[in-house]
């Protein structure tokens, strides 16, 4: 079973960037997409990004379009998030997880999430 776990989270002013990391146990090309996802308190979770692991195909929430970037690395087995102009509504517990079938449809597995606060 696919292990993932997040790290890169923190505590960053409005307009400051981060980059998250999802580090995998197993290949993620065995997997067809790998998303990120975030919560807020009292929110329900969302679909932040999406990276289809054959060719890089990528999608974005609304709300993230053009700030934020995920990318991954099939030689490390990992995925990641840049996140650009970071905003206080961007605060969540953000998580990684996969689809093994379809592009971040229906996700058999998760990490246990990195916090990002962003805050003045």
């Known amino acids: 079973q696919l292990q993932l776990a997040e790290s890169g989270g923190g505590l960053v002013q409005p307009g400051e960037s981060l980059t998250l990391a999802c580090a995998a146990s197993d290949y993620i090309s065995n997997y067809y997409g790998i998303g990120w996802f975030r919560q807020a308190p009292g929110k329900e979770r969302e679909e932040v990004s999406c990276i289809a692991t054959y060719d890089g195909s990528t999608r974005y929430s609304d709300s993230v379009k053009g700030r934020f970037t995920i990318s991954r690395d099939l030689d490390q087995n990992m995925v990641y998030l840049r996140m650009n102009n970071l905003d206080p509504e961007d605060t969540a517990l953000y998580y990684c997880?996969?689809?093994?079938?379809?592009?971040?449809?229906?996700?058999?597995?998760w990490g246990r999430g990195t916090q990002v606060t962003v805050s003045s």
């Open positions: 997880a996969a689809d093994r079938l379809a592009w971040c449809i229906s996700m058999s597995e």
